[in-house]
């Protein structure tokens, strides 16, 4: 099957990419858990989308929803977001991942919790407050931010709900 050029649509790569994501859902349980041999094969499972998304944006930029459809866009993205041993497969992603968004195709939310994702990666200040660090007397603490006075203003210019309703999601009930 002859594959798709730059830029026009690819339902194998499509199909590609929603595949990793299910197979991310269906691990994620082992991110976390207490045992150490599950864990592992998490790591493993990353590494190896982390390695393959790195080779599809080599060959064919950021997958934007318009040569992979919405699904595959969110796996590309999903897939960015799990890469938290291969930063530079996560600076990368950003990168492609920011053209595409000023080009209009692709999420600007999406783009602002990967690049948070990428900043607590670094030790930098998170811009958006979407990763959590801890929980706090039951409350979701995120790690450090950048001029917290304005974090639900940087969040609403990107499509993000205020900080206090993100995080109520996550408080134990």
Do not use: K
């Amino acid at each position: 099957m002859a594959q798709a050029r730059r830029g026009e649509q690819d339902p194998v790569l499509a199909r590609e990419l929603v595949a990793m994501m299910a197979e991310d859902a269906a691990a994620a349980r082992w991110a976390n858990s207490a045992d150490l041999a599950e864990q592992a094969l998490w790591r493993r499972l990353t590494a190896r989308h982390g390695d393959r998304l790195a080779e599809i944006t080599a060959e064919h930029g950021w997958p934007a929803e318009r040569t992979v459809g919405p699904e595959a866009a969110r796996a590309a993205w999903l897939v960015a977001q799990h890469a938290d041993r291969q930063l530079s497969v996560q600076r990368q992603a950003v990168a492609l991942m920011g053209e595409a968004v000023g080009r209009g195709e692709a999420s600007a939310r999406d783009l602002a919790f990967l690049e948070d994702r990428l900043a607590v990666n670094e030790g930098r200040e998170q811009r958006y407050g979407t990763q959590i660090g801890a929980v706090v007397d039951g409350r979701p603490v995120p790690w450090p931010c950048e001029d917290p006075e304005r974090l639900d203003e940087r969040r609403a210019e990107v499509g993000i709900e205020p900080f206090d309703e993100y995080t109520a999601r996550f408080a134990p009930s």
